[in-house]
């Protein structure tokens, strides 16, 4: 038998990523199987990255509760890994007298989910606020803040695998078996043995939860177009906007990212197919025309790019959709670690959930802890964000920093080298995007993605038809337009 490993956790999302970091706190000897070939193309990088206030949840929920906990948390693991956050608040708008009495209603089960800082503010106030919003009142998160969804996602992947975690990335799991005391898990042509596994897939848990032999869960997906405006939009949407929420839906949103878009979403239609990502046109003119009804600056020349996410839910008899299911069933799958439905506010609960998941492998065995565990993980640099005498500084250090690959978001090619070489060994054009926000601007690549791409073949050794785009076998390039003379 090759390595034995305590604990496999299928899935490398933003869920899978900070149970590996928890993982990683113990003597354990773990790894993480990735289908993809990067840890957030996905849920995790396909959301609005909001950090939920935990209002709008059902009372006793572990939705509500892990919320409330992630919230408060947030800041402290910004800190502790590097990435953006800002806490800036959030405000639900209304016009009516239905709206009025609903958003009273939301702040009741806030309160008694353990949410704070929510209050209901007068239409001076929210314009005070939120200059160019639209609105005769509204209620006021002020907890509430946004996330980039590719750096903490990132951030816990690179701190579990820097403190001993092993990533195996493009590695889909196809079988798991039950042998002895231990679990054999095929995945990306390999063979894995563990003791424990943790079903952390998001939208394939239904299909891994029946490999672990508990089958049953009613999956559906909720499938959520978007539209990315210019950054140039940013400066009028303070803090996210949101619609009255109905018992099912939120409503469409408008909300700013740590980088200065503005997104317009979701449009939230049910679906079965959870691999395709198409935005029909329809679902942009509908975007279009909810989001003016709460912030009428939506010009179409602003539009830079539409994308969609797709979230895994599941469901009782009735089509109910139900709350986050964390199960350990000893008679049916011993040291198994079943997560279904984890969707929204999964980034916001994420280390919760984490923690919550090594609280149930401790009730059945003793872990002892990691003294040389270390929280922290280095930052990223961004070089446009720096003061000009540190960015005079790295400059005389390494001229690399002195190049602009990027004109749009203004990256560096010392920053481009730094994602090429990333402790994940991710080697794809989008996986460079997702770490510098190279390819990210007004251009959406035009100018660097052809620089970009031939840095990954002088840095990586690889012929043109090698780079991979977004993922295995999904290349860049497919030959040359012509000819050399």
Known sequence: MGVLYDAIVIGGGVVGSAIARELTRYRLNCAVLEKNADVCYETSGRNTGVCHGGFAYDIGSLKGRFCVEGNR???????????????CGKVLVGFTEWDYNRLLEVIKQGEALGATGLRMIDKEELHRLIPAVEGEFAMLSENSGIIDPFGLTIAYAENAAENGCRYFLDHEVTAIAREGENWKITAGGEEFVTRWVINAAGLSCGKISEMLGIPGYRMIYSKDDYIILDER???????????????????????????GNVLLGPSAEDT???????????????????????????????????????????????????????????DIAPHAVNLV???????????????????????????????DFNPVRQASV????????EQARLIEEDPNWGELVCRCQKVTKAEILRAIHN??????MVGVKYRTRAMMGRCQGGYCQMRIEQMLEEELGLAPEEVDFNRRNAPALFGKVRDDA
Do not use: C
């Open 73 to 87: 948390l947030m800041g402290d693991l910004a800190d502790e890994l590097g990435f953006s956050f800002e806490r």
């Open 233 to 259: 939009m940013g400066k009028l949407v303070p803090m996210p906007i949101y619609t009255v929420p109905s018992n099912l839906y939120m409503g469409i949103h408008v909300t700013r990212t740590t980088d």
């Open 272 to 330: 079965m197919n959870n691999s395709w990502y198409g935005v029909e046109q329809k679902n942009i003119d509908m975007l279009y025309d909810e989001a003016m009804k709460i912030w009428p600056h939506v010009k179409r020349g602003d539009y830079i790019r539409t994308y969609s996410g797709i979230l895994p839910k599941w469901t009782d008899e009735n089509g109910r959709i139900q709350d986050f299911k964390i199960e350990i069933l000893d």
């Open 341 to 371: 439905g984890i969707e929204s506010p999964g980034l916001t609960a994420s280390t919760p959930i984490a923690r919550y998941v090594l609280e149930l492998m401790k009730a059945r065995e003793d872990l002892q802890e990691n003294p």
């Open 382 to 389: 961004r070089f446009a964000k720096l003061p000009e005498e």
């Open 423 to 428: 402790p994940l060994g991710v080697n794809t």
